[in-house]
């Protein structure tokens, strides 16, 4: 597959002749797409190659195009880096539609979601440290060690705790699910494979995959477009829609810019920013095309996945 093929010229099919959903699906006749920084560090390159393919793919079908700040980790959001972020998708040519909407004001949907879920009996308090999870873990899955359950069936109390979600429980209760990629096709939903997921974080008002389901329901989003590097996590995504009963979206998992050892571009580590690309007097709107052709700077390349 070419990098290309990640942002089509045309939708291959509209959203209101998808097929239908077991549980709740969206038909909405307008696609509507989101990019979703975190603002604790620059955007990079392969931030922009991750906005431009929800553009173009909004903007192919003559939709809507949304941004959202994930901003709810204050142990990791950075003062500032919000309005840098505007103008750096400004600066690829970028527009969206609407006003931009930060996850620090939508604390009360996150928790509205959890209390329906303890309602359900779904959710239990856990203390475990990670490196405690890390020593009893006899499995791993794909955020790291799968949770034993030590706290399941104890009486915590919920003072400083996480909250996770009773997988056994969640899935018994759900059946079976399915969802639709846009690349990959249908794929079963098999969430197991993560355990008992934390969904209310003791350091923020909610964990990733609770916060990013609630809110892309909440801002009726029908194509999900991010990074080939959370595919595994849809699967979770997809069991929260069932048990919240939510609109279901479909998925599109695009290729990620890669490293010359195959790492993904990582703030972390210090890939260039497009700030600075910007302050060296690179045109934003001809990079954007390059990525967009697949023209990627040296070292760096689309990766496999």
Not at 189 to 204: C, K, N, Q, S, Y
Request: positive net charge; contains cysteine.
């Amino acid at each position: 597959m070419r990098p290309r093929q990640d942002i089509p010229r045309i939708i291959h099919k509209r959203a209101d002749r998808w097929p239908a959903s077991p549980r709740c699906p969206i038909r909405a006749r307008v696609i509507r797409t989101r990019f979703a920084p975190s603002p604790n560090g620059a955007l990079h390159l392969g931030h922009a190659y991750a906005a431009i393919v929800a553009h173009d793919l909004a903007r192919a079908a003559s939709g809507e195009f949304l941004l959202r700040i994930e901003d709810i980790d204050p142990g990791r959001s950075r003062a500032g880096l919000a309005e840098a972020m505007l103008d750096d998708l400004g600066w690829l040519g970028l527009g969206w539609d609407g006003a931009v909407v930060r996850q620090s004001q939508r604390c009360d949907l996150y928790a509205a979601a959890a209390e329906t879920l303890k309602a359900m009996g779904l959710l239990y308090p856990c203390r475990c440290s990670r490196a405690e999870v890390a020593a009893a873990a006899k499995a791993h899955g794909p955020d790291g060690p799968v949770y034993p359950g030590t706290c399941r069936n104890r009486a915590i109390p919920p003072e400083r705790a996480a909250w996770r979600l009773d997988m056994a429980g969640a899935r018994a209760r759900a059946g079976p699910l399915f969802w639709d990629d846009a690349i990959a096709g249908r794929q079963q939903a098999t969430p197991e494979i993560f355990g008992d997921v934390v969904l209310l974080r003791r350091d923020a008002p909610a964990s990733y995959h609770l916060a990013v389901t609630v809110d892309d329901a909440a801002q009726a989003i029908t194509l999900v477009t991010r990074g080939a590097d959370l595919f595994a996590a849809s699967h979770v995504h997809r069991l929260l829609q069932a048990l919240l009963d939510l609109p279901v979206p479909r998925w599109h998992h695009h290729r990620l810019l890669v490293e010359p050892d195959g790492r993904k571009l990582a703030k972390r580590r210090g890939s260039p920013a497009l700030a600075d690309l910007r302050r060296c007097g690179v045109d934003g709107r001809a990079l954007a095309a390059d990525l967009r052709a697949g023209r990627f700077p040296a070292g760096i390349s689309s990766g496999t996945a």
